[in-house]
């Protein structure tokens, strides 16, 4: 059984979903978190729903064994095609990170254009269209897919040459569009915020739902009478599916702080 004092259980295909534990730790900072990175299998991105899905259970399942009292898919690719799937097969409250970010891209444009970039499971699900023009069916809404920044942020390249010439080549068409406003849909991309800034310029808005998703969490936690009072440390655990060495680099940079514990693991797969 899980209680107010039980950790948050977070997952993603790698480090990408360490950005919504990053605002995590900024909103509850009283809050325990266990953190798994699929690194084995990443990237999610190009696999079909149903392999994303089969994943997402695996996942979902390795964490709920570990009491958690909330589960977060920090993972835009996982959120888009399983969701609703993971909320009604486990029993704790669901958290994915499309609505925050959707809801964030709809507060903060002003022209009404709007682009999103995403990996390719998350444009063709067509999920950020669907929850933007939800709330705001006047936007008009330009997504485009940008499968190779996934593995250049595994590789730790966030502020390259490299990367730059590659986000030049993605975003000039959306950039022609004339969009004010441009969703980071999946957690990997806002470790590129600088190449991406520069690329997009000074008149277009960088969305990621990481803060929005943050507070979220905590309206959830509040509202099931789930937040955790107490004033003691928390504990931060990590779970990689491969080698470790990787995610600790980029991650520790990314965190700017020490990651303690962190173990590689293996997922029981369905038989
Ligand atoms: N960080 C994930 C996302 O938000 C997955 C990227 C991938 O594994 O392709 O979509």
């Known amino acids: 059984m899980s209680s107010s004092t039980s950790p948050i259980g977070i997952f993603d295909s790698g480090i990408g979903g360490l950005t919504v534990l990053k605002e995590i730790y900024g909103e509850l900072p009283q809050e325990h978190t266990i953190y798994l990175g699929d690194t084995a299998r990443v990237p999610y991105g190009i696999r079909s729903p149903e392999t994303v899905t089969r994943y ?4 979902t399942r390795f964490l709920s064994a570990k009491q958690i009292k909330i589960l977060v898919i920090a993972c835009n690719t996982a959120s888009s095609v399983s969701l609703e799937a993971l909320r009604t097969n486990f029993p704790v409250p669901v958290i994915g990170v499309i609505e925050p970010g959707a809801k964030a891209a709809a507060d903060a444009t002003r022209n009404r254009k709007v682009g999103v970039i995403g990996t390719e499971a998350t444009v063709r699900s067509n999920s950020y269209t669907r929850a933007i023009r939800a709330l705001d069916s006047a936007i008009e809404v330009f997504s485009i897919p940008c499968p190779l920044f996934v593995p250049i942020v595994e590789e730790g390249w966030t502020d390259d040459v490299i990367t730059e010439m590659v986000a030049e080549r993605y975003l000039s068409s959306v950039r022609e569009k004339g969009i004010d406003t441009l969703v980071l849909g999946c957690t990997h991309y806002p470790l590129l915020k600088p190449v991406l800034s520069r690329v997009m310029g000074d008149g277009v808005r960088l969305i990621d739902s990481a803060i929005e998703t943050a507070r979220e969490i905590r309206g959830t936690l509040e509202s099931l009478s789930l937040l955790n009072r107490s004033t003691g440390h928390a504990n931060h655990e ?34």
């Open 56 to 59: 997402s259970f695996e996942n």
């Open 238 to 271: 990590f779970y990689v599916t491969d080698a470790p060495q990787k995610f600790l680099s980029v991650g520790e940079r990314f965190l700017g702080r020490k990651i303690e514990h962190i173990e590689k693991t293996k997922l029981e797969m369905e038989v």
